[in-house]
């Protein structure tokens, strides 16, 4: 069975840092692109980021493009967010999502994770 | 960044069809098709349809999905309380190089 586990949400001031982790498992990690998308309160669901599945190749929303990185432990079966810089409207749920092996789609998704960017 | 555009809201009666539709433009939709998802808040979103209309393992007959140029749909039939719900639409564009949804669909089932 597919399992997501996202984790490191939390309140965090304006300008600050915060590195989300998924812990992936019940599949070959190293076989599928993983991507994060995010919902903000009252929103609709926002794509955020993507990589390869060698973790050589990562996609932006232009929102975040210079603030947030994404990286990937295929040894460790982990997926990261790291998110510098963070803004009032980066508060968000933020969803770990596993991709179709052929990229038609978001397969898999966790149960999200909560970013709240507020002094 | 530019979206797809889904309306907003669609409201149908108990056992009819609803069709959503998702427009996009030769950049994404009209390149490779769009994805559709349903989301209940509270839960994950759900994969209903591949961008090439394929329906995951598991997924009623009852959601079809097509496209026609840039335009994508998502057809319901026989409309149940619990498909009332928020859809979306995804695609990956090609001039962005990223994944881009819709705005959601608010589907209400009288």
């Known amino acids: 069975e597919v399992q997501l586990l996202e984790s490191g949400g939390g309140l965090v001031q304006p300008g600050g840092s915060l590195r989300l982790s998924c812990a992936a498992s019940?599949?070959?990690?190293?076989?599928?692109?993983m991507t994060w998308v995010r919902q903000a309160p009252g929103k609709g669901l926002e794509y955020v980021s993507s990589?390869?599945?060698?973790?050589?190749?990562?996609y932006y929303t232009s929102s975040v493009k210079g603030r947030f990185t994404i990286s990937r432990d295929n040894f460790g079966n982990t997926l990261y967010l790291q998110m510098d810089s963070l803004r009032a409207e980066d508060t968000a749920l933020y969803y770990c999502?596993?991709?179709?092996?052929?990229?038609?789609?978001?397969?898999?998704w966790g149960q999200g994770t909560l970013v709240t960017v507020s002094s | 960044q530019a979206g797809l555009t889904q309306p907003p809201s669609v409201s149908k009666g108990l056992r009819q069809t609803a069709t959503l539709t998702c427009t996009g433009n030769?950049?994404?939709?009209?390149?490779?098709?769009a994805a559709w998802h349903q989301h209940h808040q509270g839960h994950p979103p759900k994969l209903l349809s591949y961008?090439?209309?394929n329906r995951p393992s598991g997924i009623s007959e009852r959601f079809f999905a097509s496209r026609s140029g840039n335009i994508a749909s998502l057809t319901i039939t026989g409309l149940q309380p619990d498909d009332e719900a928020d859809y979306y639409c995804?695609?990956?564009?090609?001039?962005?190089?990223?994944?881009?949804f819709g705005g959601g669909t608010k589907l209400t089932v009288l």
């Open positions: 999502v596993k991709e179709d092996i052929n990229y038609d789609g978001f397969e898999y």
């Open positions: 019940g599949f070959t990690f190293s076989n599928y692109a």
């Open positions: 990589i390869s599945t060698s973790g050589d190749r990562a």
């Open positions: 030769r950049n994404n939709v009209g390149n490779q098709g």
């Open positions: 961008r090439n209309n």
């Open positions: 995804s695609a990956w564009d090609s001039s962005l190089s990223a994944w881009v």
